[in-house]
Structures are given as C-alpha cells and as structure tokens.
Nanobody, 120 residues
Framework: QVQLVESGGGLVQAGGSLRLSCAAS????????MSWYRQAPGKERELVAT????????KYADSVKGRFTISRDNAKNTVYLQMNSLKPEDTAVYYC?????????????WGQGTQVTVSS
C-alpha cells in the first residue's frame, strides 16, 4: 500500500519562500516518477514540476521556471519542492504525485494536498 504525505504548506508574503515535502511509504523504486501538481480555486489541476527516475531530467511548468526547484531523496522516498520568489498566483493546493509501473500496470498515487497561500 503506497501512501504519500505532504507537509510544508502555509501562508507567506509575496517574494517569500516555502519548502514542500512529500514522504512516500510502501515499495518505491528510484525509477518511479515523482511530481508536484497544484490546483487553484476554479482551475484545473496543473503539473508544476517532475523529478523522474534516476538519471532523468527535471521538468517545470513555464510559470515556475527559475523560481521552483524539485529534488528527491531516494533513500528517504521523499520529494521536495523549494519555492522561491512566490507570487499571489502561486496560491493553490499542492499535491504530490507518484507514478509507478509494476508488471506493466501503471499506478497513479496522490497525496492529500497542502495549501499554499501567497499574500500580496
């Protein structure tokens, strides 16, 4: 049973920083892809950043490039999202996602979400 637990959200002023963490429990391999998504009120959930399997390249949404950094610690099954120079438009619920493939079956797991609010 895979579970994802996020932490680190909160209220911050524009220009500030926050660091989100997502700890995964269960059988996780370094080849699994871990990502952060976000969903603002009235909007669809969007991909923020992806940290693919070992050796792969990270990817970012254009809106966060140069401000956010995704990283992962495979030994701890944890993925992080360092968010700098935050803007009010970054306000959203941030979700951790884990994508695994086991015996050809794709599994998609989500955390419960953590609220990030950026005040102007």
């Amino acid at each position: 049973q895979v579970q994802l637990v996020e932490s680190g959200g909160g209220l911050v002023q524009a220009g500030g920083s926050l660091r989100l963490s997502c700890a995964a429990s269960g059988i996780i391999f370094s080849i699994d892809t871990m990502s952060w998504y976000r969903q603002a009120p009235g909007k669809e959930r969007e991909l923020v950043a992806t940290a693919p399997s070992s050796g792969g390249s990270t990817k970012y949404a254009d809106s966060v490039k140069g401000r956010f950094t995704i990283s992962r610690d495979n030994a701890k099954n944890t993925v992080y999202l360092q968010m700098n120079s935050l803007k009010p438009e970054d306000t959203a619920v941030y979700y951790c996602n884990l994508l695994t493939v086991r015996s050809g079956v794709v599994n998609n797991y989500w955390g419960q979400g953590t609220q990030v609010t950026v005040s102007s």
